[in-house]
Structures are given as structure tokens and as C-alpha cells.
């Protein structure tokens, strides 16, 4: 017997890895701790209006570099805090 209704699929089945990069972007620029210069945050907010958007040009290789660098510097920044906490 076959049934026309589709299997339930949990919300995690339908995870998109945009979907974190998005996420963790946003969080980046949202964390008034870090502070990168002035042209960084708005070449970061410039990759982060490209990823919402469907339908804009592709990021161009230096974009996607810039972004690379600043997680980087960014996740080294969130260690460096971390260990200052803990050696208060």
C-alpha cells in the first residue's frame, strides 16, 4: 500500500553549510569586542549581503580570501580571550 504523504524530515536534514557561514559572519560583526578597521568590516558586510542574497554576482576570489583571513583572525582572538580569562 502506498501513501501519498512524504516522511516527516527533521529541521537538521534540511541544514545548509551557507547557512552556518551566514550565521558565524553575523556573530563575527556582531561581537563589539573584535574590531577590525573600518574598510574590513565593510568588505565583510558587502560578503555578507552577497550570501543572503540570491541572485547577486558571486563573491570574487578576493572576497572569499578576505573572509578566510578575518575567521582566522577572528576564531585567534576569541582563543586569545579565553586564555586571558583563565589565567585571571
Same mark, same amino acid.
Given at each position: 500500500?502506498?501513501?501519498?504523504v512524504a516522511p516527516a524530515t527533521s529541521h537538521l536534514s534540511q541544514h545548509h553549510p551557507d547557512d552556518e557561514r551566514l550565521a558565524f559572519l553575523r556573530c563575527l /560583526?556582531?561581537?563589539?569586542t573584535w574590531t577590525p578597521d573600518a574598510l574590513q568590516r565593510a568588505r565583510l558586510q558587502q560578503v555578507l549581503a552577497a550570501l543572503r542574497t540570491?541572485? /547577486?554576482a558571486p563573491l570574487d576570489e578576493g572576497l572569499w580570501t578576505l573572509l578566510a583571513d578575518e575567521t582566522a583572525r577572528y576564531l585567534d582572538f576569541r582563543r586569545q580571550q579565553s586564555l586571558e580569562r583563565l589565567l585571571h
Open positions: 500500500m502506498h501513501s501519498n /560583526l556582531a561581537d563589539r540570491p541572485g /547577486l
